[in-house]
T-cell receptor
Framework: GDSVTQMEGPVTLSEEAFLTINCTYTATGYPSLFWYVQYPGEGLQLLLK?????DKGSNKGFEATYRKETTSFHLEKGSVQVSDSAVYFCALRTSGTYKYIFGTGTRLKVLA | NAGVMQNPRHLVRRRGQEARLRCSPMKGHSHVYWYRQLPEEGLKFMVYLQKENIIDESGMPKERFSAEFPKEGPSILRIQQVVRGDSAAYFCASSPPGTMGSYEQYFGPGTRLTVT
């Protein structure tokens, strides 16, 4: 079945460091791909998305490119801030279905 | 436009009690989905409902769990005779009416259930 694999955390970085969180997927159809962020004690917020191959989603300095050839959707940010500390979830939803498939989440901690 | 609302945000129940979790979808949304997040895991789909109908409950445990979305009022996820393994965060999402699966889901803040 469809699945999402994320790099395990926690990831600890200093402020202004470069961030990469890896995400790969397997899907039988043509999925849309998403990154969600969960701040402590809060629900999920959509961070960015991409709906087809080579699309780049971006928001708040975060970017991710839909790579069909490597079945990946890695999250990047050039300069992280303390306020970026959260859990990041990669997810997919296959076209024509309503079920989101989530990865296990990657906890990011940014130190001042 | 208010987002998806869930209450309570935190719920503590003793083993054997019942837990009722409520979800009010975004205005204009008639599709509701429930997901469960166990500690250190991602969210897992439980059930998909439209007004007065259960469309897909393939992710629901066979016993003790039920869900409804009445014509009036919020969607309710009900867990009878809770056990410690039910401790988790339960998230509700909603989407507008339309072709099934063609719309994004908007997630609520979740209800964190703790069973003591």
């Amino acid at each position: 079945g469809d699945s999402v694999t994320q790099m395990e955390g926690p990831v600890t970085l200093s402020e202004e460091a470069f961030l990469t969180i890896n995400c790969t997927y397997t899907a039988t159809g043509y999925p849309s791909l998403f990154w969600y962020v969960q701040y402590p004690g809060e629900g999920l917020q959509l961070l960015l998305k991409a709906t087809k191959a080579d699309d780049k989603g971006s928001n708040k300095g975060f970017e991710a490119t839909y790579r069909k050839e490597t079945t990946s959707f890695h999250l990047e940010k050039g300069s992280v801030q303390v306020s970026d500390s959260a859990v990041y979830f990669c997810a997919l939803r296959t076209s024509g279905t309503y079920k989101y498939i989530f990865g296990t989440g990657t906890r990011l901690k940014v130190l001042a | 436009n208010a987002g998806v609302m869930q209450n309570p945000r935190h719920l503590v129940r003793r083993r054997g009690q019942e837990a009722r979790l409520r979800c009010s979808p975004m205005k204009g949304h008639s599709h509701v989905y429930w997901y469960r997040q166990l500690p250190e895991e991602g969210l897992k789909f439980m059930v998909y409902l439209q007004k007065e109908n259960i469309i897909d409950e393939s992710g629901m445990p066979k016993e003790r769990f039920s869900a409804e979305f009445p014509k009036e009022g919020p969607s309710i996820l009900r867990i009878q005779q809770v056990v410690r393994g039910d401790s988790a965060a339960y998230f509700c999402a909603s989407s507008p009416p339309g072709t099934m699966g063609s719309y994004e889901q908007y997630f609520g803040p979740g209800t964190r259930l703790t069973v003591t």
